[in-house]
DNA sequence: GGAGCGCTGGAAAGCGCTTTCCCGCCACGC
DNA sequence: GCGTGGCGGGAAAGCGCTTTCCAGCGCTCC
C-alpha cells in the first residue's frame, strides 16, 4: 500500500513545466499561463490522478478550507436541523465542514475551539447555546478571541453575548405569541416545563411566556426545570403531575422535551389535549407527523444554519451582525380550547 | 486583527532552546527531553498560548488527523445516531471529524472522498448505503482505492461489497424476523412500502421480509417502491390505498418512512392498528415516543457508528473486516393481532 | 530607435513543523 | 587511561505547496 502520493513537483516534471507553472495552472491565481502550457499541466494532472494536498496548501496560503460546526449533540434533531443548513452552505462554496460535538460540557466547547484554531479553520458556527456560567463563559470568549485575533470568524446560533455575528431566533417573542395564542383559546392555568435554568434559550422562551400570559392577565405559570432533553420533559412532566398542579395547557420550552412530556402524560393516563394542552418549541420536522400533532413554535432551523453559515462565511466588517428569525406560533392538535 | 501566530520557533527562542527540542517536548517523541528544558517549554508555550499548526504538522508528518464521515442527509436520524457514535470514537481518539453529506446523490460521494483524499484524511466512514448502479459502485470503487493507496482507511456502515471494512446490520435477518413475528399476529395479507429499488439496504430488508412471510407459507406482498424519506412513505402509502389492496399489515422498510405512511393513512382515515397494522425498521429514538408506538427491527445506530469508528481507527490487517450486527424485533402499538 | 511597459515563465524563498543526522558529554569496561 | 556506547541537544533538511521576485520578450510611444 501507500503507493508514492502524486505531488505537484511530478505534474510539472511531467508536463516540462516549472513548479510555479503548475501550481497557477491547478488553482486558479491571477496570474495567466498560456493555454498551451495550460492544457499541457491539466492534463498531465488528470492523468496522474493528481489531488493537491490540502495541508500543504493550507500551510503555504496560511488558510485552510475547514469550517468548524460545534454542537451539542447531532442526534438532537434541532442540531442536525442546523448542521444541514451549515454543511450546504460550506459545500457550496468549497469549504470543509469539522463537526465537533460538546454533549453539553462548555469545557469541551472551548477545547473543540481550540482543536479548531490549530487547524486553522476558517470560521467556526457555534451552534450550542450559551449559559450563565460566568466562568466557561469567559473562558470562551477567550478562545473566541484568539480564534478571531488568527483571523477566523466566528458565528453563534441564538443569544449570546460574545461579540460575535449571531443568529438570534425569536425566542422571546415567540414564547410570547404562543402564550397569547394559547390563552386565545381559553386556557387560564398554565405550567412551563423550562430547561436548565442556566440556559439562555430556555430562559428566553420561559420569559417571553411569562410575558404573554401577563399581557393576556394571566397568572404566572408553574416552571419546572427539567433537562433539555427528551428524558428531561418527561421527568418533569412527571413532576408536574406530581405536584397537583391544575394547569390545563403545558408549554415545554422544546419540542424534544414536549414529546417526552406527552410520553409522560399519556403513561399516566392524561389525554392530550382532552385532559390537558401542551406546547412545545422549534417545530422540528421529524416530529411534525406524531398524534397529536405538536403545537409548537416554528423555527427555520435550517435556514438558520444557513445563515450562520453565510455570516461566516463572507468578511463582512467589523461590526458584529445580529440576523433574527422569527419564530411562527402553529397550533396543532395538541393544544384545545379550554 | 490577525496578531502574529504563535509559533513553534518562538517557543524554542523564548524558551532558550532548539526549535528541535521545543518540538519533541510539545508533541510526544520518542526522545527523552531533561525535565528542566522540558519545563522550560512547557512553560513558555503555556505562557505565549501556543497551539501547534495542524496544517504544518500533518505536511511534516505526513498524515493529518481528520477522519471523514459521509452521509446522505444528517437530519435523517437514521445517519445522526450514526454520526453520534462515530464523533464519539474520534473525539476520544483526539481526532477530527469532517462532515460530508451527499443529499442522496453517488457522485457526490466520490466527490467528497476525493476531498477527503486531500485533506489526507487518515479514514473515512461511508454511512450511506450503496445502491445497485454500477457505474457509479466503480468510481466510488476506484476513489477508495486511491484513497487507501494514499494509506488511509475506509469502513462502510451497511451492505457493501467495496472490500473494505464493513459494519453490516442484519437487514435480511431483521425483515425475516419482523416478518415471522408478525404472522405470528394472524396476518396474511401484507404490503411492503420498499424505498427505492436499487438501495441495497432497502432490497436486504424487503428480501429478508418475503422469506420470512415464505417461512410461514403466506402469500408474498405487495411491493410498492418510493423514496427511502418520510414524503416516500407517505406517497407510498397512498399509492397503497389506491391500489384496493387488501393488506391488514404493511412493513415499511424504515421507520421514517412508517411514519409517512401513518400520517397517510390518518389522513385517509385508516386507522393504525385496528384497520391495519404498520411496522418499520431502525428503531429511531427520536420517534419511540410517537403514537400508536412504531413496531420495528431495532439496530444499534449510535453503536453501529461507534464500530465503524473503532474499525477504520485501530489499524487491523489487510483482510477487510465484517462485523454483524444484529437487528431485534420490538412490537408495539402500531401492529395488532389480526 | 531606444526607453518603458505589460505579460508570461521560472527560480527560490518561505509557511511551521518533524526528524534525521551529527556532536559533545558522561558513564563504563578493559 | 582510553576506546565505546548511550544519551540529550541542536543544525538543518525536508514535507508540498504558494508567491515574490526577476528575466526575457514583444510592444507601444515619443
Tied chains: 1, 2.
Excluded at 96 to 117: A, D, M, Y
Excluded at 184 to 199: I, N, Q, R, T, Y
Excluded at 307 to 335: C, K, M, Q
Amino acid at each position: 500500500m501507500s503507493a508514492r502520493q502524486v505531488t505537484l513537483a511530478e505534474v510539472a516534471k511531467q508536463a516540462g513545466v516549472s513548479l510555479a507553472t503548475a501550481s497557477r495552472v491547478l488553482n486558479g491565481s491571477t496570474r495567466q499561463v498560456s493555454e498551451e502550457l495550460s492544457d499541457r499541466v491539466l492534463r498531465t494532472a488528470e492523468q496522474l490522478g493528481y489531488v493537491p494536498n490540502a495541508s500543504a496548501q493550507a500551510l503555504a496560503r496560511n488558510s485552510s478550507s475547514l469550517v468548524g460546526l460545534v454542537v451539542h449533540d447531532i442526534t438532537d434533531p434541532y442540531f442536525s436541523c442546523i448542521a444541514a443548513g451549515v454543511t450546504r452552505v460550506a459545500e457550496e462554496a468549497g469549504l470543509v465542514v469539522v463537526l465537533g460535538t460538546t454533549g453539553r460540557r462548555p469545557e469541551r466547547e472551548v477545547e473543540l475551539l481550540s482543536t479548531l484554531r490549530a487547524h486553522r479553520a476558517r470560521a467556526v458556527v457555534l451552534a450550542g447555546s450559551r449559559t450563565t456560567d460566568r466562568s466557561a463563559q469567559s473562558r470562551l470568549a477567550a478562545e473566541i478571541d484568539a480564534f478571531t485575533e488568527q483571523g477566523g470568524r466566528v458565528a453563534c446560533v441564538s443569544q449570546a453575548k460574545l461579540g460575535t455575528d449571531t443568529v438570534v431566533p425569536g425566542n422571546r417573542a415567540g414564547g410570547r405569541a404562543l402564550a397569547r395564542a394559547l390563552t386565545e383559546l381559553g386556557h387560564k392555568k398554565f405550567a412551563v416545563l423550562g430547561g436548565p435554568s442556566d440556559l439562555f434559550v430556555a430562559r428566553d422562551r420561559l420569559a417571553g411566556f411569562k410575558a404573554g400570559l401577563a399581557d393576556a392577565g394571566i397568572a404566572p405559570p408553574v416552571v419546572i426545570n427539567g433537562a433539555f432533553t427528551r428524558d428531561g420533559g418527561y421527568e418533569a412532566a412527571l413532576e408536574l403531575l406530581a405536584s397537583k398542579t391544575r394547569a390545563t395547557c403545558v408549554f415545554a420550552v422544546t419540542d424534544v422535551m414536549a414529546m417526552g412530556a406527552m410520553a409522560a402524560l399519556r403513561e399516566r393516563g392524561v389525554r392530550v389535549p382532552e385532559d390537558m394542552s401542551i406546547a412545545g418549541f422549534d417545530d422540528i420536522p421529524t416530529l411534525r407527523d406524531t398524534v397529536p400533532a405538536l403545537s409548537t413554535v416554528r423555527l427555520p432551523l435550517e435556514e438558520m444554519g444557513e445563515i450562520a453559515a453565510g455570516l461566516v462565511l463572507d468578511a463582512g466588517g467589523d461590526e458584529p451582525r445580529t440576523v433574527r428569525v422569527a419564530g411562527e406560533v402553529v397550533l396543532r392538535a395538541s393544544t384545545a380550547h379550554n
